[in-house]
Nanobody, 115 residues
């Protein structure tokens, strides 16, 4: 079993920054990807960023140049640095871990961008 715990969400003004963290625990093998999804009210869940075990990254077009995903393999953690936040970034952000064809989800952390 795999557990994911997110932290770092909150309320921030437009143009501000937040850093999300996610800690993984449980039966985790060496090759896995981690990432972040988000779901805004009334919208479908969408992929924000993904980082492979080797460090390759993918971003949604809407966050390219503003968000940066990184990971610490030794600590089994993934991070999302979010800069130049916009009101449309408001959503619940979910951490994911992809391993051996299975996708594990965290419970989510709320990010609200508002003045």
């Amino acid at each position: 079993q795999v557990q994911l715990v997110e932290s770092g969400g909150g309320l921030v003004q437009p143009g501000g920054s937040l850093r999300l963290s996610c800690a993984a625990s449980g039966s985790i093998f060496s090759i896995y990807a981690m990432g972040w999804y988000r779901q805004a009210p009334g919208k479908q869940r969408e992929l924000v960023a993904l980082i492979a075990s080797g460090g390759n990254t993918n971003y949604a077009d809407s966050v390219k140049g503003r968000f940066t995903i990184s990971r610490d393999n030794a600590k089994k953690m993934v991070f999302l640095q979010m800069n130049s936040l916009k009101p449309e970034d408001t959503a619940v952000y979910y951490c994911i871990l992809v391993m051996r064809g299975n996708v594990y989800w965290g419970q989510g952390t709320q990010v609200t961008v508002s003045s």
